[in-house]
């Protein structure tokens, strides 16, 4: 065989793997739908019961993230704090702390 029909046959034979791959997620998503169809019509008490869960855990989510938002912004704001002392430390400089 040439060089150019191995080359053709290498692109012909992953194209072909790529349309099986292909057709294969199609029959998969339209199985899921199908199945998501079937559960929405058996039990759409559940699919209420899972969107109600769903907006808590987005709630809690955002909860937590803001949280972890709020640690990293307070250890940036105490690494500067700290980065500032050290600055003015140098220039023979210090901040004004009261003291009890």
């Given amino acids: 065989m040439s060089v150019e029909k191995m080359v053709k046959v290498e692109s012909f034979q992953r194209a072909l793997g790529l349309k099986k791959m292909v057709d294969r997620w199609r029959n998969s998503h339209t199985h ?9 019509r058996r039990n759409p008490y559940a699919i209420l019961r899972m969107q109600d869960t769903m ?4 709630a809690l989510a ?3 993230l803001l949280m972890v938002r709020q640690a990293a912004l307070h250890q940036l704001f105490e690494k500067e704090h ?6 003015l430390n140098q220039m023979g400089k210090a901040f004004y702390v009261e003291r009890l």
């Fill in 32 to 40: 899921c739908l199908w199945q998501m169809t079937l559960s929405q």
């Fill in 55 to 58: 907006v808590q855990e987005l």
């Fill in 62 to 64: 955002s909860k937590q």
């Fill in 82 to 87: 700290r980065q500032y002392q050290q600055e």
